[in-house]
Each structure stands twice: as structure tokens, then as C-alpha cells.
């Protein structure tokens, strides 16, 4: 079910609004709260939940396997790379769960493509992408049928696996 | 409309849509045009936007192929298959010769893959990775952020513009912005065109309880297909909802 708002906690500060990718969280404009306007277009991707800094958004599961009475709590940390979520249930019962999110520093280690080597003309004219072919890491234990002279891995029909694919 | 500004554009390299292909686009357009203006251009905010906006589990596709697990060839056989011959074979062969490399790169940006005992990427298919994918999308859009000359967010492409001298040449794209309901025109040299796939088009979507349930994004309207064809562009529209599917 879609997200909704705890009017008590919001403070209408708009991060949410800012990063929906739906863009139906928005601020009503009499009581100056976040409201989901088109639950129907709610894809309960939690952007909102996850970008809301009063945890004023929570997101409601269906009925027929989540009883209602429930919460999921769910914390973001770039710096430590992590997504720890949070579900009680009706009982009490508290699950923990926490995922790693990236495994370097946030950003850190993301190729700034500007200031690579620029490309010569015959690299305009192949067919290869940046950092290909290094990055298919084919390189050197490949075997010699499975890379074309353009580069890129390429197989001989005769070589092909028999049977259907699935 | 009187309130409305007009904001002009002019770009080298115009990116129409924020996702996971917008963004990839935009990141591969620097590497080989260094001095241009590269614009992106994404109705929502690419931190979370398109598909992958809350995140992704797996990698739907990924060769092995220095593992030899998979071969590009394999996966063209297992596309027609699967799509009973209905298949641009060059263009699976592409995405397949492709993508080994780009999930090397997201590797390296700190994207976590699960590793099995031998090392190698844990499936969980013939062709599905798994990952701890909560951070794809930003992580992605961090490299475009780092790419583009400029990102709009909030402004929705409705139409693409002709060329003026050149028939059957786009030249560019019109859209408004969803906050300002500013008008927004940008011309450009070349239009990348990787604007989402359409839902709610077989069934009309889900209500009650099954509110939203549904398993492709709800804000995708088809754009993707829309474009080109209200502009009637004769090029070739392809690859479209391709990227990893």
C-alpha cells in the first residue's frame, strides 16, 4: 500500500516532495504537511521514507500478508554505507536487518570520465566502450576463441553450447 | 501562461530521461566528447528516479563471460527464444558484448555483488547476479552528477523539435517544468532518447489493496514510445527497455 504521512512529525520541510519519482508526495498548502496526493501512483519505493529527516513517512503493507498494526523504520547512512531497516510487528516483535549499500567511500571511487585519457580517433571508430576492453576482464586467461579482433568477446558457431536456452 | 518564462538551451549532446540508461548515457557521452555540453534532462530527480528508483536486488543480466559461464551468442539464443523470434538479434548481441564490463565499472564504484565460494558473482539464474542494491540508482546517478555540464530535474520532455534545415533530424526537445511550469526548449546537436517504458497499459492499474502493486515503475507513461513517434521520427526507435531486462 502507498506511503502516508504522520501529520505530527512532518514538519513540512519538503525533502520529500524534492526526491519522489512519482511526484505525489506533496505539501498541502492549508496545514503545511506532506500528503501523499495519488496513493494509486505509489509504488512504495520508499524514496520519501528514506530521505525524510523526522521519520514522519511510513508505508503501510498490504493486508493479505502483513496484519495490520505493523511499522518498518528504515535508516540511510552514507557515510557508514549501510541501510538498517527496522519491522515490529503487531505482537512486539522487532527484526533487524542491515545491508551494505556501497562498499567504498560514498562517491569516492566513481571515475570522473573528464579526466581520463581522451580518446584518439581509432577508438572513435571501434566499437569498444570506456575502459573497454580492460573492464570485460577477459584479458589474459581468455582463450583465443573467445575474443573477436575488435576486441569484444565473440564466440565460433561451432563452438556454441547445444541444447535450448533458457 | 502570461507568468511563464521560456528558458532556452543549447546543448551538444541532449540526454531525454534520468534513469539508469539517462544517466549511463550521460557518463559515456563525457568520456568521448570532452568539450561539449552534455544536458540531462529527468522529469523526477535522478537520485531516485525510473525503475531502479528504490533500489535493485539483482542484476537481471550479466554474461560471466570471463568465467566463460555465458557467451554474448548465448544470450541472443536465450532473447529469441524467450521472445519467440521477435528479437533484434544486433542489439542483444550489443547489450550482451556490453555489459560484463559496465558491471565491472559498478563494481568499482562500490556497488556490493555477492560472491560466491569460488569468487565469482553469486546468481541466482542463468543470467541474474544478486547484489545489495539499494544504492544502485544514486550510485549511478553520482557518476552522471559527475559527467554532465548540466542536469535538470522536474522538467518533463512532451515533445522532440525537428530540425530546422535537415529533414528527419531531431533538433532538439520541449518540456515544461513540473514546479515552476516554466517552458523549456532545448536544441541540440544530438538527442538521446532514454525516457522510460510504459505501465498501465494491458490492465488498468491496480486499486484497493493492491494499490500499486505492480511490478513495473507506475510513473512510467511511455514516453520512451511517445517521442518518437509524435514527432514522427523515422529513425530506427530501438533498444528500448533493453538496458538489463
Known amino acids: ?166 | 501562461m502570461a507568468d511563464h518564462k521560456t528558458v532556452y538551451e543549447d546543448c551538444d549532446i541532449l540526454i531525454v530521461g534520468g534513469g539508469m540508461a539517462g544517466t549511463g548515457a550521460t557518463f559515456e557521452s563525457r568520456y568521448w566528447g570532452r568539450d561539449m555540453n552534455i544536458v540531462c534532462v529527468e522529469k523526477a530527480n535522478i537520485d531516485r528516479s525510473g525503475a531502479v528508483a528504490q533500489g535493485l536486488y539483482a542484476i537481471n543480466c550479466y554474461m560471466g563471460t570471463r568465467w566463460n559461464e555465458n557467451q554474448p551468442e548465448d544470450h541472443v539464443r536465450y532473447a529469441r527464444n524467450d521472445l519467440m523470434g521477435m528479437v533484434r538479434e544486433d542489439l542483444a548481441l550489443d547489450m550482451a558484448r556490453h555489459v560484463d564490463s559496465c558491471v565491472h565499472m559498478f563494481e568499482e564504484w562500490g556497488l556490493p555483488l555477492m560472491k560466491n565460494k569460488e569468487g565469482r558473482y553469486q546468481r541466482e539464474g542463468k543470467w541474474q547476479i544478486m547484489i545489495h542494491g539499494e544504492s544502485y540508482k544514486p550510485i549511478v546517478a553520482e557518476a552522471a552528477k559527475k559527467s554532465a555540464s548540466k542536469i535538470y530535474n522536474r522538467v518533463m520532455i512532451t515533445h522532440l523539435l525537428k530540425d530546422e534545415s535537415k529533414d528527419n533530424r531531431c533538433g532538439g526537445a520541449v518540456g515544461f517544468n513540473m514546479r515552476t511550469g516554466d517552458f523549456h526548449v532545448f536544441r541540440a546537436k544530438a538527442t538521446i532518447i532514454c525516457a522510460g517504458g510504459a505501465s498501465h497499459i494491458f490492465k488498468p492499474r491496480a486499486v484497493g489493496e493492491g494499490m500499486g502493486r505492480t511490478w513495473y515503475a507506475p510513473w512510467s507513461n511511455g514516453s520512451c514510445y511517445a517521442l518518437p513517434i509524435c514527432s514522427r521520427c523515422k529513425n530506427d526507435s530501438n533498444g528500448k527497455q533493453n538496458c538489463f531486462m
Open chain 1, 1 to 166: 500500500m502507498s506511503t502516508f504521512v504522520y501529520m505530527t512529525r512532518c514538519d513540512g520541510c519538503g525533502h520529500c516532495v524534492d526526491i519522489c519519482p512519482s511526484d505525489i508526495m506533496h505539501i498541502d498548502p492549508k496545514i503545511r504537511r506532506a500528503v501523499n496526493i495519488e496513493p494509486n501512483f505509489c509504488w512504495e519505493c520508499y524514496s520519501c521514507v528514506k530521505a525524510c529527516p523526522q521519520n514522519a513517512i511510513d508505508a503501510r503493507g498490504y493486508a493479505d500478508f502483513a496484519p495490520m498494526g505493523h511499522k518498518v523504520r528504515v535508516l540511510r547512512e552514507e557515510e557508514k554505507g549501510t541501510i538498517s531497516w527496522r519491522i515490529t510487528f503487531r505482537n512486539g516483535t522487532e527484526k533487524n536487518f542491515v545491508s551494505p549499500i556501497t562498499t567504498k567511500p560514498w562517491g569516492k571511487h566513481i571515475h570522473k570520465v573528464a579526466d581520463a585519457e581522451e580518446p584518439d580517433q581509432a577508438a572513435h571508430e571501434s566499437q569498444l566502450l570506456f575502459n573497454e576492453p580492460d573492464y570485460l576482464k577477459i584479458g589474459d586467461n581468455r582463450e583465443a576463441e573467445l575474443i573477436n579482433e575488435d576486441g569484444l568477446p565473440s564466440r565460433a558457431k561451432d563452438t556454441f553450447k547445444q541444447g535450448v536456452y533458457y
